[in-house]
């Protein structure tokens, strides 16, 4: 993404989440159920777009919600690079087959539905309208 510029919020207080799946179809639900709730999505393909996007978009970005297993760059690598440059980001980590026991981020298991996805984003960044300090997911 060369000028990620236009991909603004229209409210200034809305939260911005950073999305990287390599599953199409995961992307677009969460997008979706995630735009539903009252926040703006930025979505990656993979790590390395999302920390290209990170890197070109100037605003802040309140949340990290990355697939672990995605091509050219993990998200926990991802994940590892963009909170050196954004120190304050939230980072939500999805998979169905990543067993570490403390990857250093909470993480949502595959499958879940939208429900829990939205109560999860909610305990970690608090409801769109109004910012609540991060809590960890067990």
Known sequence: MRDPEHLRPDDPG?????????DVMVLNVVRITLEGEGYFLLTAEDGESAVELSKAYKGKIHMLLSDVSMPKMSGIQAANR?????????????????????????????????????????????????????????
């Open 82 to 138: 963009i909170t050196a440059e954004r120190p304050g980001i939230c980072v939500l980590l999805i998979s169905g087959t990543f067993d570490e026991p403390n990857p250093g981020y909470p993480v949502l298991r595959k499958p879940f539905n939208t429900a829990t996805l939205s109560e999860t984003v909610k305990a970690l960044l608090g409801t769109p309208s109004g910012r609540n300090e991060p809590l960890r997911v067990k």
């Open 14 to 22: 809305q939260p911005v989440i950073l999305l990287a799946d390599d």
